[in-house]
């Protein structure tokens, strides 16, 4: 593994589209914090839920993990005590969907940094 791949996969986790604006890549940069950081505020306006890590389920620590790909956005709503999840809107699923697929998205998108950072892409 290239170190320097890993560092762009890592920053680009934790701030939506940072290891691409340290690439060079700003429109990607661009697209891709404005994409999650829509993806994430929708779900959160639909009233969806944050999953903290729990084991009470497995299902709730695959939610976990699917979230907190959202990186700083995962942590600023764990923070402010955004995404308790509002069951009684018709919305909820669809929020939480959103919230989850904001942060699977994100993953795909930092390993796509490491890509360009390992050489693999351009």
Known sequence: MKIKGVLFMVLGWAVPG?????????????????????????GLTMGGRVYPFQTDNPLTILA???????GLFYGLSRLLGWGGGQLERATF??????????GLLNFLIALDAYDIGAGKKS
């Open 64 to 70: 976990f993990f699917a979230d907190v790909g959202n």
């Open 93 to 102: 699923e669809f929020g939480t969907a959103y919230i989850a697929g904001a």
């Open 18 to 42: 940072l290891g691409h604006a340290l690439q060079k890549k700003y429109v990607r940069a661009g697209v891709f914090l404005v994409s999650i950081a829509a993806m994430t505020g929708l």
